[in-house]
């Protein structure tokens, strides 16, 4: 906390322009701290407001209530949010104010988002940026009471309850589905998971006479078939050009299912060569996998792909073009099994050249697989990697040496068992070490001492242990960089238990309500007495601590 409290003390509240105040439980307790120290009324130029798993309801009033008229950028984020009638009565008055134009929020999706949260009369909001899909009917009053509205993303919009299906009488439908109003302000819209099918766009997107930029985001995993149906209309270029004929840019990424083994490729390739989309200059590339297609305009726009065996793939003929087209993928999954002796093959620049995140899936055999992954990517460049399953150890520690800028890892105890057994040791600081479990009915806790001696030097902790003389082992040995820790207690309890009847049930849940108080308990008393200056919390019986 010193560290903290030092921070704190170079702070100059009326230089502050924009403030993130973050409760997550990698920083416990933090905001608390910092709004003793600064009132929200002292930062006078503050602009742009963030707040991140502020959970308190009183705190949350506080802070809204607190907002001065300088605010103009608004964001929320708290996915799992309990906030009563007053935190929402008094968000909805200030998404109201004349001085704010920006505003994203990304909480509990049925609160914001339903058809019965009303809207103010009155909006001079710019951009909205709304995580969740957006009923129809707070779409239309969002639209009818929002001015300036420019720009306006979700997920997508939710026409299920005005929609008349094609096979129902078209009469119906066309009464049905009455005409959005007041569509000519805006000039952007993005629809970042997508599931309306093509009839649908028709029917949505042409109403908005002056857009210019239009997103569509459909990524799916290629292994899950999705629970919407698949619409190969969207394969179909053709199609496209009937709604987008006013828009001067648009980014676009679907996923269909195949369920056809005629389908055709090449026929819907055709329809995107088509003189409407050269004048346009919009590039589009087909992949064929084995039961998927993946089609998208390029750049691709999405952050995250996934590196697969791909069928056919359309490969675009300008070669700045083709060295551009994955500029924004940063976070790059791969199934190993798909890129045996790829270092052979490619030549050249890494095709995933700004990659930052590394997930690796998949059967790790050989040493030529490094290879083959740095004729994908920049090692250089990686700064986080996921592996969940088990790995080579020499080949993977030299891999991980390789990766000059790491910063965070995520391993399952596997991982880690097999790494210990070669006695591996990384000597660098880690700024983040994630150890997860992967099935809940296999607890498997960290051996500490060996692992404290493979990596002395971490700032960020998340490890499962067994008990509290695990916890201040760790805390004594790695308390030199350690900044803050989370403390996993997988439950022990026995898993093969005679059926009882329903009297010994109720005894057996409050044992085990009693059993939770206990620990509990425990756990408070032991993180009271670590240090002088830290911070914790405990949730769902884990322990999470801010140490510096």
Partial sequence: MNYFHRICSIIRPEQIISLTLSDRNDNIGLVEIFLKKFHLESLKRLQSLTLVNIDDNEQMIKILLSITNQLQILSIENTNEYYNDTVMDILMSIIGKEYLHTLSLNIERNRILNPLIIWPRECFLYEIKLVGLCHISLFRNILRYSFNLKIFQAYDIDLDDEWIDEDEDEEIEQSQMLPLSHTSNLISLSLVNARNEMDRLEWLIPQFTELKYFKYLNVYDFHIETIY???????????????????????????????????????????????????????IVL??????????????????????????ISIPHNPLLLNQSMENVTKLRINLTAVNNLGKQIVGHPRFSHVSHLI?????????????????????????????????????????????????????TFVLDSMNAAVFQYLQCLHSL???????????????????????????????????????????????????????????????????DDD?????????????????????????????????????????????
């Fill in 229 to 283: 149906e698949n619409d190969y209309s969207l394969l179909d270029g053709e199609c496209w050009e009937k709604i987008l004929c006013n828009c001067n840019q648009f980014e676009f990424i679907s996923t269909i299912h195949l369920n056809c083994d005629t389908w055709n490729i090449h026929h819907y390739l055709a329809s995107f060569r088509t003189k409407f989309w050269q004048d346009k200059n919009w590039n």
């Fill in 287 to 312: 992949e064929q996998y084995n039961k998927t297609v993946l089609i998208y305009s390029l750049p691709y726009i999405h952050n995250t792909y996934y590196y697969d065996r791909t069928i056919f």
């Fill in 360 to 412: 690796l899936d998949g059967q790790w055999r050989t040493v030529e697989l490094a290879n083959s992954i740095a004729s994908l990517v920049c090692l250089a460049n990686i700064i986080a990697l996921i592996r969940l399953e088990r790995v080579p150890t020499f080949i993977f520690q030299s891999f991980i040496y390789d990766l000059t800028n790491l910063q965070s890892l995520t391993l399952t």
């Fill in 434 to 500: 994630n150890i997860v479990q992967l099935h809940d009915n296999y607890r498997h806790f960290v051996n500490v001492e060996p692992f404290c001696t493979m990596f002395p030097q971490i700032k960020h902790l998340d490890i499962p242990v067994d008990n509290l003389d695990s916890c201040q082992y760790v805390i004594d040995r790695l308390e030199e960089f350690l900044i803050s820790i989370i403390f996993r207690f997988p439950n022990n309890d026995d898993e093969d238990e005679d059926e009882d």
């Fill in 504 to 548: 010994d049930n109720d005894n057996d849940e409050d044992d085990e309500n009693d059993n939770h108080k206990t620990k509990s308990t425990e756990l408070i008393e032991w993180a009271q007495n670590i240090r002088q200056y830290h911070q914790y919390r405990i949730n769902d019986g884990d322990m999470y601590l801010w140490l510096q």
